[in-house]
């Protein structure tokens, strides 16, 4: 199973931007998807996470200003950033837990990351 991240980039505060991270390879079945991210001499820390159920969970940092959201067919999640402060400046890191067959439990698995900077 791969997870292949993207849509970072440079924007000015006040601006928005949207990641997807996309998996692929033997998948049976995706529960939790969920956003880190890890700024420099930081450690790194829970953004945002959905589960399949539908339960959403955000950092208070990103209260009302992040949104995540998951599209099954495609075996992808999305964040979308409104709002952006230089703080927000960080590699962002998706992960999933998958299930490969039925019947087996599921396995962690991470993004390579994506780099976003808040900076005018």
């Known amino acids: 199973v791969q997870l292949q991240a993207s849509g970072g980039g440079l924007v000015q505060p006040g601006g928005s931007l949207t990641l997807s991270c996309a998996a692929s390879?033997?998948?049976?079945?995706?529960?939790?998807m969920a956003w880190y991210r890890q700024a420099p001499g930081k450690q790194r820390e829970l953004v945002a996470q959905i589960f399949r159920s539908g339960i959403i969970s955000y950092a208070d940092s990103v209260k009302g200003r992040f949104t995540i959201s998951r599209d099954n067919a495609k075996n992808t999640v999305y964040l979308r950033m409104n709002s952006l402060k230089p703080e927000d400046t960080a590699a962002y890191y998706c992960?999933?837990?998958?299930?490969?067959?039925?019947?087996?439990?599921?396995?962690?698995?991470w993004g390579q990351g994506t780099q976003v900077t808040v900076s005018s």
């Open positions: 992960q999933m837990f998958v299930s490969s067959e039925l019947g087996l439990g599921f396995k962690s698995y």
């Open positions: 390879g033997s998948i049976f079945s995706i529960n939790a």
